[in-house]
Every structure is written in C-alpha cells, then in structure tokens.
C-alpha cells in the first residue's frame, strides 16, 4: 500500500469519527468533481455548485454509513446522479420532454460514474472475491440455482429439469439468494450494479 492511500485512509478513519479537519480534506478533493458531473446534465454552474456542497453535507451526516474509503465517493456520485435525476424529471414535467429523454439520460449518468470512479484493480479484484465469497455462504441448493441461472445462463425451467424440482422451487430459491446476497452485499451494492448496467 503506498503512502497516499495509507494517508487516506487514516483520514477516512478520522472522518468516521467526526473529524472535520478530515472531511475538509475530502470536501476539497471531491467538491469540483461532484460539480462538474453534475453539470454536464443540469447545465445551471449555480445550481451544480449547490449540489455539490449538498452532496458533501450529506455524507457528513451520513458518515456512518459508509464502510469504506472507496465508499466515499460512490456515496457521493450515487447521491448526485439521484438529485440531477430528480431534476431532470422536474423539467421534463415542466417542459414536457419525451420518456425516451429521461431514459436516455439516466444511462448517460450511470455511464458517467462509472467513468468518474477511478477503480483500483486490486478493488475490482477485492470486489469480486466478496462477491464470490458471498455466493459461497448460500445453502447448497440454493447456491446451485443461482449459479445454473446468473453464470450459466440457464432458464428456470432447464434448471428445474436437471434439478429435479418445481419451477415454483426454482423461483424461490432465486428469490432466497437475492435477498442473502443484498444483505451480504449492501456496503457494494452501487458498484456491482453500474459495472453490470454498463455492459
């Protein structure tokens, strides 16, 4: 680990525990990049630099609740593209855009964090060893249904087929792993999603 990420990360711990000398130091690393994404989607300069420092006084009330360094700016881009939406949504009342206006912006958005994110292959590497590691956790048949279904592909009623089982069985072993897996998995929850959104 070299000596910027260990730095950051005492800072991240300091953050956690109220220091605001340490969120300052993420309120100005984050502030423009949170400003000028927003920008790009709501065209108001005043209006993305309102988002930004409201974004930022979001995760210091909501410290808590972000488990890692990594987390921080997830948090913060998640909360941005939801407050651009909502504003989106606002003028396509107003204005009275097409549907297709707003679908078309809300995937340029996801796009776009991802894009914002720097990910660190070893946090990729990381993310899918607690991804696999949570799948491991699942009850044997359980496990056996998720995996016939996300990784191979296969239609409930083949798996009900090779398995022996009801589709009905299928269906509630698939609603059982989701449900496991959202919990095991809520710290990574943004992240897996935009990954698999954006291909």
Request: some cysteine.
């Amino acid at each position: 680990m070299n000596k910027n990420v260990r730095f950051e990360l005492d800072l991240f711990h300091s953050f956690k525990e109220g220091d605001e000398t340490a969120f300052k130091f993420f309120y100005d690393k984050y502030f423009k990049r949170i400003q000028s994404f927003s920008i790009q989607f709501i065209y108001d300069q005043d209006e993305a630099e309102n988002l930004a420092q409201e974004a930022l006084l979001h995760l210091w009330q909501s410290r808590e609740n972000v488990e890692s360094l990594n987390g921080i700016q997830a948090f913060l881009f998640t909360y941005a593209k939801s407050k651009c939406l909502n504003l989106i949504r606002h003028n396509k009342v107003k204005n009275k855009f097409k549907n297709d206006l707003l679908n078309h912006k809300e995937r340029e958005l996801n796009i776009e964090v991802l894009n914002s994110i720097q990910f660190d292959p070893l946090e990729l590497t990381e993310l899918e060893r607690i991804i696999h590691e949570s799948i491991s956790y699942l009850p044997p048949k359980t496990r056996e249904v998720f995996i016939k279904k996300r990784f191979e592909n296969k239609k409930n009623a083949e798996i009900a087929e090779e398995l022996g089982v009801s589709l009905k069985a299928v269906e509630a072993h698939m609603t059982k792993a989701l449900k496991i897996l959202k919990t095991r998995l809520s710290d990574y929850l943004f992240l897996i999603f935009i990954l698999i959104y954006n291909n």
